[in-house]
């Protein structure tokens, strides 16, 4: 089956079960500040797990265009890909495991016609230090439907991988995993999430490819979740039900939701039968028209050919997105995906120009069903040449260098740092051509270089909340709220001319700056410090509503980042006092944050001054 029919006969299967079709989100989300990309289908829906009301109803469906910066690295195999489109089903408080474990089955075996002798499940096996228990209800469903089809059931207990590797499949259909594979949150498992942040054991669905020669690196024996590539994950249906509470136990959510993921490409590789994702009909156009301009073959030279294809497949729809390479965020995981695919192309001897002219027909592919990458196609062109153009001055002098440096010496956190700002090399670069030669590099070193680095001392953060929050932890959430307070207070003390100009902040402090022309003094530092204290005393709620940013507007509630808001904005109130467009995470009220002390008050540049403070 070509992709554009899987997905097609997705969307038409749940639209005839009553689901709202709804549109794919953009790939970057300006009112979700906790990842730089979408990385699934259900993050923009969040809040309707939460218990909001979706406009489109309680059964919704779609296609997700995804993009996983971690999975950079696992590029070169035969699944992995850091774009794909996730197809995606929800319920929030209608149907729950019984009709989405039904519907999935017969979405795969009747419409994509997957054989189900090929099918093999995984369930959650509980957690019990989170006091949840097994999903013996799914285990039961999944049992009735392949008694149907007249498949032996042998279901079998694996807790985890490295068990899984020891004992094999013993003739199994149906297998128990523990938290670290079949439990889904934003954080992993249950142990690792925040207050506040829902989750649910999930099923996922394994297609076997057949007769595999077992790679033992993975395990003595072979499991569903091995990772040698007879098994492939194709799908997981997640039964969001729970939420972390504050004294770490789970509660229940207002409603049991369904939160279903299919991986397209993997789904559509499985209907054909072929565990090789690059050979679906969209991506191996892009592997022909390397063949074409390389003279080379895909099957002699798969690692390359495989980089060079999810690479600048990626690229097409970050930059249509409105991201350029640059060394920060989103524009810095772009930069990386181009420099890695230029090196990965010069080992297949492509010249110069030619990386765009591969883009063009991961446009042209895909074009029909997202008509934004062909409007952009002269902008996507341009990026790809230019950052080609200008990494390509410095790649041979810096892969000269980088020979000389090694030699049979591990790297230096100082060497790879100079690769970095003198050559364009990417620490991870760096990390893999000595890998390529069985050397380590000094990364702790390498960091602390980037620290004194200012300008590019946050280039690697993949998930960065909005106002420079690293994490959802609860001391990083108690800083994030109070930079509201100090920003407010700053606002107070000095004149409502000042601005926050960025911050940055852990789980150990908050550090803010903001535009001043001149040192505070102690009196204006205490000043701050006592109007925030005051506030925490007097136990202030911190609430949130969402309105149309015109409306925030004409309440003079403007965000130091105005132009990254969308038309719907979220604002957060700590009472009357402070007011701000903000994407969150907050405490519930200020009670909640300490004592606030300054530590340092320092310039950074002309015109701007740098907070430091904690809360003890």
Known sequence: MKIDEVRSKYLRFFEKRKHIIIESAPLILKDDPSTLFTSSGMQPLLPYFLGKKHMGGARLANSQKCFRAEDIEEIGDNRHTTFFEMLGNWSFGDYF??????????????????????????????????????????????????????????????????????????GGRIFYYD????????????????????????????????????????????????ECGRFMEIGNSVFMEYIKQKDGSFGRLPAKNVDFGGGLERITAASNDDNDIFNIDIISSIIKKIEEISGRIYADNKKEFRIITDHIRASVFIIASGITPSNTKQGYILRRLIRR????????????????????????????????????????????????????KTIKKGLIEFEKISGKENISGDNAFI?????????????????????????????KKMKEHKELSRIGAEQKFKGGLIDAGEMSVK???ATHLLLRALKDTLGEG?????????????RL??????????????????LINEKIKSAIDVTKEEMPIEEAKKQNIVGEFEDKYGDIVTVYRIGNYSIELCGGPHIRNTAELGYFKIKKEESVSSGIRRIKAVLE
């Open 97 to 170: 495991k019984k009709e989405q474990i039904e519907w999935l089955f017969e979405f795969l075996t009747n419409e994509v016609k997957l054989n189900p002798e090929k099918l093999y499940i995984t369930v959650f096996a509980g957690d019990k230090k989170s006091g949840i228990p097994r999903d013996i209800e799914s285990v039961k469903i999944w049992k009735n439907i392949f008694e149907k089809k007249d498949i032996k059931i042998k279901d079998q207990e694996i807790l985890n991988e490295e068990n899984g590797g020891k004992i094999g499949m013993r």
């Open 179 to 226: 938290a670290k594979y079949n439990w889904w949150s934003r954080n992993g498992a249950p142990d690792k999430m925040p207050q506040d942040e829902p989750g649910g054991p999930d099923s996922e669905v394994f297609y076997d490819f057949g007769e595999y020669i077992h790679n033992k690196k993975f395990g003595e024996h072979c499991h569903p979740n091995c």
């Open 341 to 392: 695919a230029i090196r990965f192309s010069d080992k297949l001897d492509i010249s110069q120009g030619h990386l765009s002219d591969i883009s063009k027909i991961a446009i042209s592919q895909y074009n029909k069903i997202y008509p934004k990458l062909n409007e952009n196609k002269e902008k996507i062109v341009e990026e790809i040449n230019k950052e080609e153009k200008k990494f390509r």
């Open 419 to 447: 690769l970095f700002t003198t050559y364009g090399f990417p620490i991870e670069m760096t990390i893999e051509l000595a890998e390529e030669k069985n050397l380590s590099v000094d990364k702790n070193e390498f960091d």
């Open 479 to 481: 800083y994030h709220t």
């Open 498 to 510: 000042v601005r926050q100009k960025g911050s940055n902040i852990t789980q150990e402090r908050l």
């Open 513 to 530: 700056d903001f535009s001043w022309e001149k040192k505070m003094t102690d009196e204006q530092k205490q000043k701050v410090e006592d």
